[in-house]
């Protein structure tokens, strides 16, 4: 028998926005260890617990080597068998065509989850199947998620990824609302190891106020932690807006020669005093004017939100205030601020702007963003009957079923397809629905190229990562999926194809293109990545206003009326019911819905528990460990209460992406630790109205013992 060959790895973690280098030691097919890359210019050896189940994924029995296709047996009960490639593809080709054919594009749906921005030849050849469809009907997990960072960045830098990133290093007061990162590892703000970089912030001399309804992991590393009452921020910050202008502390610094609309917005912020915003948010009106003279008077501030703000009813509204307090207080493209980057492959230049409310969902009327509808809409659309009514539907790496509110209705929707083709290696909630279900490769066995995050990293870093293991022999990547699936669609409608060069070509491309390539002393190009797999150090973020501004005429009008407009209706809210708010929280080892089905994760106690203030429980006479129900008018769950002090009263909180209880899915272990889905209880109508976003943060429900 030959020596198995050893061999050392470098390469990046694609499972969270924090893109860790990693160090991988293979011995033929087997992994020795997975650790941190110390050389890695961005995260400097840092990873969590997620890195080591890279492997778990490559390895699980469960995962799918071959495509399947959905066999109905006479006592109702579904199995999956394995078919070849060509039967797969053209199976599911045909029901795309015939469906395009028959009922017009807008019967097909699309839905692309999470992991497609992490997945780089799924970004870049999605478009060799979806150019060929056209229709109207595409949603992703973005409306359940950062659809208002889009919108806003849109509306004031004239582009939805010009996303403002905190630049933490060279900080001394941050503020951040609605985000987790200790858990999450960040995000729109890849920035590993961040509980270090909070760390040396606040040893500095520097302050972290953290805002949120839970003392979170972060909050406990924070100068200090202020509740608020969920789905109220609007208020908070809006408050701060006032203060600010009322006080004219603002100071626009470098920003005051392309900045428009202050005037306009000190007028539409009159009637949010610290006074009323203390009743809505349960924060003092001292404290709030505390936050807005300090983060004022900060020689370096950032203000920062993320899901708990973007994901409840005013996340747009909430989003336009960070940034616009970003700006009054000059701290917007500034050392120690916000900051814009400067990616390699520069998105900002090769993507559109975005789009808003260009044409809106058929049911119930909400706007499209990018060319997509609202995911709390999908369900609607499957069944509701007329013209343009979703008959078939294709997934793309995601999970509606258990990621989307009111998940348990499109659960139900799904039976009613005529058929569903998935773009998954897995068997689960979602795409055990699927007639055919197409299984990529591995991620250890395609290269990599981090086409989304570094746009959002706190320092301009570039890395190309090799496959670690050859593609197996009858495998397909994720890309060649998309594009085997778009020639026999465009050959079955008659239309063009061109196939599209491999992604490492297209960056290859992109990098000499792109601000640091042939015309710059970089000279960045694939070979040279290739020669650091560590990757290369483009340097900190640098000020790039207003020449990197898509605004017509290069300037910022911070008077967006979308967001003025808005105001009234926060303004107007009635004052909810006596009821429970239900927030989401997220823990380090898990991963939305989908890595539930590795044991190294899921060990230890049960994190799938409804966390419950002490003076709450003491007044109900619950006890860790009751079981209660949890519900909303869409629906409830039954879950085990555990007793917090670090949840505030009137709130609770559960997880989200459990809820593997279901029947016909392959993922054995996380069927042994199957929770319940939060989003059997969130409502797809608790939305916000102007973005469309879901409001899966704030809900009111009601809670009793079982
Ligand atoms: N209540 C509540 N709901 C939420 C959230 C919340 O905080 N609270 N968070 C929201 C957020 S931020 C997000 S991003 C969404 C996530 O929502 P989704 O993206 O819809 O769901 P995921 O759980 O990420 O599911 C990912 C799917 O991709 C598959 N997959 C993994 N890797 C690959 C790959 O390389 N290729 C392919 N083709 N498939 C792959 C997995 O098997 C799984 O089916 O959930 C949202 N839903
Ligand atoms: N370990 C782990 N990491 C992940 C993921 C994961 O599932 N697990 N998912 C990844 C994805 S897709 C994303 S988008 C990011 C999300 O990254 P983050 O946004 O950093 O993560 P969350 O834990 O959702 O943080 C949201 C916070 O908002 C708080 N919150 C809820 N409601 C409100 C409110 O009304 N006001 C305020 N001020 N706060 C509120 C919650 O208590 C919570 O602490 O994480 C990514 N990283
Ligand atoms: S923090 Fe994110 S990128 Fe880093 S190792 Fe963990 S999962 Fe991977
Ligand atoms: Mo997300």
Redesign the pocket.
Known sequence: MPELQHKVHRRACHLCEAICGLVIETKGEQILSIKGDPDDPLSRGHICPKAVALQD?HTDPDRLRRPVKRVRHDNGSDEFVAIPWEEALDTAAAALVQSVQQLGVDSVGV?L????V??YG?MTHQGALFRHLRTRNRFS?TS???LPHHLVSMWLFGHKLLFPIPDIDRSDYFLMLGANPVASNG?IWTVPDVRKRIKSLTARGGRLIVIDPRKTETADLASEHIAISPGTDGWLLLAMVHSILANGWQRLRHLSDYVDGVDAVKAAVADFTPAVAAQKTGISAETIEKIARDFAHANAGICYGR?GVS?QRYGAVCQWAIQVLNILTGNLDREGGSMFTLPAVDQVQITGPGGFARHVSRVSQLPEFDRELPASTLAEEITTPGEGQIRVLFT?????V????SGHKLEAALGELDFMVS????I?E??RHADIIL??TS?LEHDHYDLAFHVNAMRNTSRFSLEVFAKPEDALH?WEIFEALGQRVARGLGLDSQPSPPPDVMMDMALQAGPYGNDSPEQLSLSVLKDSPSGIDLGPLQPLLPARLKTPEQRINIAVPECLADLQRLLTEADSLESFRLI?R?HVRD????MHNFQRLVKGRNRCTLLVNPLDADREGWRTGDSVQVASPAGAVVVPVEISPDIMAGVVS?P??YGHHRTGTKIAIANSHAGIS??DV?DAQYIDQLSGN?A??GLPVSISLV
Do not use: E, F
């Open positions: 994924i839905y989850g999470n992991p497609t992490h997945n799924m997990a359940v998620d950062q995000s899901m994901t793309g790496a995601g999970n509606p258990l990621s989307t509110p773009l998954d290696p897995w689960n979602t795409t299984p990529p991620p994720d989401g997220r991963c939305n819905s989908w559960l989200h992406g939060c989003n969130t879901a899966v943060n």
